[in-house]
């Protein structure tokens, strides 16, 4: 499978709004709804942002929010905060138990 | 509290295998699904596979096939990822994670990750 598609960089001033897009295909974004996005700041883990396309874990602000329309899901991150300056991966279930990731999204805060 | 602790920094040879423990607690070992997941320095992530905690059946990724094995010790609530033959494009951080959803089911969703193990292929 080819990996998902993003932007490689995204900004936004503190208190404003950014999405960040993830493109697929039919076989993977569009067909399932195993989406999930994760923060990852450097030199750490992965964080879980969102699961199942919209979905919050507990404990993430809901400043946080996930959306999917055809082979695209987004991430939207309103009130952008100096924290939130971190790389973003987009994964998606591909079938035939299988994951592909997105090559990330570096987020600068202004 | 979940707890995924892996085993420390690796360096190998070109060709040798390498073996990376990840230890779960704070919940009941055999309720969820595990992924493995590699970084390569400064790139993006990439699934390696996934084991079902209460048979240690797997499925890996086609990229992997033969040369990637995942076991676990329900004794010790730890799964393994041996990789073999391995090249200076294995360097990377490799990651054990959770799946979100209690078993039979799995989706894909990483909720809990280690901490990463660097495994460094040089000659």
């Known amino acids: 499978q080819s990996a998902l598609t993003q932007p490689p960089s995204a900004s936004g001033s503190p208190g404003q709004s950014v999405t960040i897009s993830c493109t697929g295909t039919?076989?993977?974004?569009?067909?399932?709804?195993?989406v999930s996005w994760y923060q990852q700041h450097p030199g750490k883990a992965p964080k879980l942002m969102i699961y199942?396309?919209?979905k919050r874990p507990s404990g993430v602000p809901d400043r946080f929010s996930g959306s999917k329309s055809g082979n695209t899901a987004s991430l939207t991150v309103s009130g952008l905060q100096a924290e939130d300056e971190a790389d973003y991966y987009c994964?998606?279930?591909?079938?035939?138990?299988?994951?592909?990731f997105g090559g990330g999204t570096k987020l600068t805060v202004l | 509290q979940v707890q995924l602790v892996q085993s420390g920094a690796e360096v190998k040879k070109p060709g040798a295998s390498v073996k990376v423990s990840c230890k779960a607690s704070?919940?009941?070992?055999?309720?969820?699904?595990m992924h493995w997941v590699r970084q390569a320095p400064g790139q993006g992530l990439e699934w390696m596979g996934i084991?079902?905690?209460?048979?240690?059946?797997?499925s890996y990724a086609q990229k992997f096939q033969g040369r990637v094995t995942m076991t676990m010790d329900t004794s010790t609530s730890t799964v393994y990822m041996e990789l073999s033959s391995l090249r200076s494009e294995d360097t990377a951080v490799y990651y054990c994670?959770?799946?979100?959803?209690?078993?039979?089911?799995?989706?894909?969703?990483?909720?809990?990750w280690g901490q990463g193990t660097l495994v460094t292929v040089s000659s």
């Open positions: 994670a959770r799946d979100i959803v209690l078993v039979p089911s799995a989706i894909y969703n990483f909720d809990y």
């Open positions: 704070g919940y009941t070992f055999t309720t969820y699904y």
């Open positions: 084991i079902n905690p209460t048979n240690g059946g797997t």
């Open positions: 039919s076989s993977d974004v569009g067909g399932y709804n195993s």
């Open positions: 199942e396309v919209s």
């Open positions: 994964s998606s279930y591909a079938g035939s138990n299988s994951v592909v």
